[in-house]
């Protein structure tokens, strides 16, 4: 079954400080999206980043970095240098391509990000 | 920033009434979905559209129908709303098909029924 699962509930830490968000995911395809997104405190949601399952190589905009490895299941988003503003709840989801009428995203139970000063 | 904006933004109500919650885009794409947003659960997904008065349901449909007769407008109708359906509602939209575009997502509708 397609799962995505976000261990970490919430992150604290202090700005400067690099931090890493996990995510580890379920597929059965062998073809699949995965993405993350940001929710500001003010509550829209962002697209930050999607990633398709044959290509593995690390991602890098600015501060911010994703790590992709198919052998663990894993797609984990990493902020370097973190700041006040990253503080937002992260959402890891996938999409699977099995699905030829429209694109279903599964979403993880996101974690909460709080950067200190 | 993708076109898409929701209303009303914030309403509550009572349980027994229907309630109708208004998506619409400026973008011409052809998918459009609702999900609702609960603590601990991330986004669920509870219908979507993949054309005009085409439609299907997702996860967590029990509860609610949806509507599309333009391209541009896709409604979200409880039409008796219950206390569990108090929730914080995003649309989304994407502009291609086949499980793996991008979705763009509207600004939220939070709903507190009482």
């Known amino acids: 079954a397609q799962k995505v699962t976000q261990a970490q509930t919430e992150i604290s830490v202090v700005e400067k400080e690099d931090v890493t968000l996990d995510c580890v995911y379920e597929t059965r395809d062998t073809t699949y999206y995965l993405f993350w997104y940001k929710q500001p405190p003010s509550g829209e949601l962002v697209f930050l980043i999607r990633?398709?399952?044959?290509?593995?190589q690390n991602e890098i905009s600015g501060r911010y970095s994703w790590n992709f490895q198919k052998s663990t299941s894993s797609f984990n988003f990493t902020i370097t240098a973190s700041q006040v503003v990253d503080s937002a709840v992260y959402f890891c989801?996938?999409?699977?391509?099995?699905?030829?009428?429209?694109?279903?995203?599964?979403f993880g139970s996101g974690t909460r990000l709080s950067i200190r000063p | 920033d993708a076109g898409i904006t929701q209303s009303p933004r914030h309403k509550v109500t009572e349980t027994g009434t229907p309630v109708t919650l208004r998506c619409h885009q400026t973008?011409?794409?052809?998918?459009m979905y609702w999900y609702r947003q609960d603590p601990g659960h991330g986004l669920r997904l509870i219908h979507y559209s993949y054309g005009v008065k085409d439609t299907d349901k997702g996860e967590v449909s029990d509860g609610y129908s949806v509507s599309r007769s333009k391209t541009e407008d896709f409604l979200l109708t409880l039409e008796s709303a219950t206390s569990s359906q108090t929730s914080v509602y995003f649309c989304?939209?994407?502009?291609?098909?086949?499980?793996?575009?991008?979705?763009?997502f509207g600004p939220g509708t939070r709903l507190t029924v009482l």
């Open positions: 990633r398709n399952s044959f290509d593995e």
């Open positions: 989801a996938l999409s699977e391509d099995r699905y030829s009428s429209a694109s279903k995203i599964i």
């Open positions: 973008e011409n794409h052809r998918y």
């Open positions: 989304a939209i994407s502009e291609g098909h086949g499980g793996t575009d991008t979705q763009y």
